[in-house]
């Protein structure tokens, strides 16, 4: 990944985007998520952890809400056994339907039915550390979850949000009530224009809904 190791290391090769828009605008920015994006998080850690430490999430929430983990394209169902590693790719979802959904719950009825691709923890030897971590975030966790990352701050490609900013007609432009850029006020439609925020390879991106 481009300029991924800076963004561990901290030493600022990436644009800083923070937004404050109207509530209902949130929303917008869950397709972001569900493509995927990468957030700093401590690597070497069980999944169960890094849901309840990192995210703040409760051992409830997590249990009765967050229903299909799938970490590096498999599912999981012991959390704590599983272990996100450098590079992971951690997936959320909510409940999904039919079969296949029931097949993928975790610890589900029909969990014995995809044995042969569930995670299977091989044991760790590395050292907790700080990494970068990959989440996608699907179906109703999008309106829990969603504001939660947003607020926080996600990494996401430059030119890919500057994608994002091109196919949003004005009205998206006029629900933004705050926009800074590398610490500078902009005017939210110059998001648009192509080379506003490309000249480095991440944004850290930061959105949040105003009072």
């Known amino acids: 990944m481009e300029d991924a190791e800076a963004i561990v290391a901290g030493d600022g090769r990436w644009a800083e985007l ?12 869950y397709r972001i998520l569900q493509g995927g994006f990468l957030i700093k998080a401590r690597v070497g850690t ?16 997590v249990a009765e809400r967050i229903s299909t983990i ?10 704590d056994a599983a ?5 992971s790719t951690l997936a959320l979802s909510s409940a999904m339907p039919g079969l296949v959904g029931a097949t993928m719950r975790r610890q589900g009825f029909y969990a014995s039915l995809r044995n042969t691709i569930t995670h299977k923890q091989e044991e760790w030897h590395g050292e907790e550390k700080e990494g970068l971590l990959r989440v996608k975030v699907f179906n109703l966790l999008m309106a829990d979850l969603g504001p939660l990352f947003l607020e926080r701050g996600i990494y996401v490609p430059s030119g890919e949000l500057e994608l994002f900013f091109a196919a949003e007609p004005d009205r998206f ?3 933004i009530k705050g926009a800074a850029l590398d610490g500078r006020s902009v005017q939210p439609s110059s998001l648009r224009r192509a080379g506003t925020i490309g000249g480095c390879g991440w944004t850290h991106l930061r959105a949040c809904a105003s009072p």
């Open 18 to 29: 923070s937004l404050v828009v109207e509530r209902d605008l949130l929303a917008r920015f």
């Open 46 to 61: 069980g999944v169960g952890r890094f849901l309840r430490e990192r995210l703040g999430l409760s051992p409830q929430y």
């Open 70 to 79: 799938f970490l590096d394209g498999k599912p999981v169902d012991d959390l």
């Open 83 to 87: 272990t996100v590693t450098e590079g």
């Open 173 to 175: 432009f006029d629900g």
